[in-house]
């Protein structure tokens, strides 16, 4: 099984809406009874379901979906995920991806001057199925497969703003926020762009500090502030989530792994991995592959 970027997967195959605003909308349809997909999110996603059930395996949880339910997810995370269609029903969602840009601007609002740190970061929110939510998912469903209005981007932009808003206020609204503070965080974002872009290659800080734009001693003051680790311990820890994910939803061997993921010396992978998690990467394979 193939590890994809979204949205580029569903583009041949499904109704596709580009705003020129930063908002991606995508209305994913399957007649397949089950299909699993692993994929890395490089767009702040929702994900809102329509028809069907749907299994997702993200960032540290497992989460079963059933229609009118969904969840947001933060860029850079991989998730995988198992859809099952119910006869005479098919299986659909809407997705609508949004780039930081957005995500600060329309959370700004709602957030102050606050800022999150490391601890209080989420990469993953639930949402419960809610009139508001079904309200937001048919409003967006109309537009597929019609001349858009000249204001759609517009009306984009204050449909997610609402949604925002809406759930702020709610029973989980501080949770919520949370979520938006993760992605208002300017600095903590440029870091972790930087970070997942190069962690898997062997690279010096030195060169990781000036691809950044800093020197060497406020690229480590400033890692620390934001991910209260140093940076070779974050690569580290990256790397075995990263081979975590590959061992429990791909076939590839586990030399093809570590290498992936960026260890150089694979009996070193095996140690660091057995280390972190307590077991070898051929016994967690073995009880945890899906």
Aim: charged letters at 15%; aromatic letters at 12%.
């Amino acid at each position: 099984m193939q590890v994809w970027n979204l949205p580029h997967i569903f583009e041949q195959y499904n109704q596709r809406i580009r705003s020129q605003v930063g908002i991606e909308l995508i209305l994913y349809k399957s007649k397949q009874e089950t299909e699993k997909a692993s994929v890395q999110v490089n767009s702040n996603l929702l994900v809102l379901l329509l028809q069907g059930s749907k299994e997702v395996y993200a960032p540290q949880q497992r989460i079963v979906l059933q229609a009118g339910e969904g969840f947001f997810i933060r860029q850079g995370n991989y998730l995988m995920s198992e859809k099952f269609a119910q006869a005479p029903q098919h299986y659909s969602s809407l997705m609508v991806f949004f780039n930081d840009d957005i995500a600060q601007q329309l959370s700004a609002p709602l957030l102050g001057h606050s800022s999150p740190t490391a601890s209080t970061s989420l990469s993953v929110f639930r949402l419960a199925t809610s009139d508001h939510t079904q309200a937001f998912s048919h409003s967006l469903t109309n537009y597929f497969g019609t001349d858009l209005p000249p204001n759609f981007d517009a009306m984009l932009k204050i449909k997610l703003q609402e949604l925002f808003w809406i759930l702020s206020q709610g029973a989980k609204g501080t949770t919520f926020k949370t979520f938006l503070k993760s992605l208002q965080n300017d600095q903590a974002t440029s870091l972790t762009q930087l970070m997942e872009q190069h962690y898997r290659e062997p690279m010096p800080l030195e060169q990781l500090a000036f691809l950044g734009g800093y020197s060497l001693s406020t690229f480590k003051r400033k890692f620390k502030d934001v991910f209260q680790q140093s940076p070779a311990r974050w690569i580290q820890n990256r790397r075995l989530q990263e081979a975590r994910f590959l061992l429990t939803n791909t076939q590839k061997n586990i030399t093809e792994i570590g290498y992936e993921v960026g260890f150089e010396n694979i009996s070193h992978f095996i140690q660091i991995f057995k280390t972190h998690f307590g077991t070898t990467p051929g016994d967690f394979r073995g009880t945890n592959q899906h």
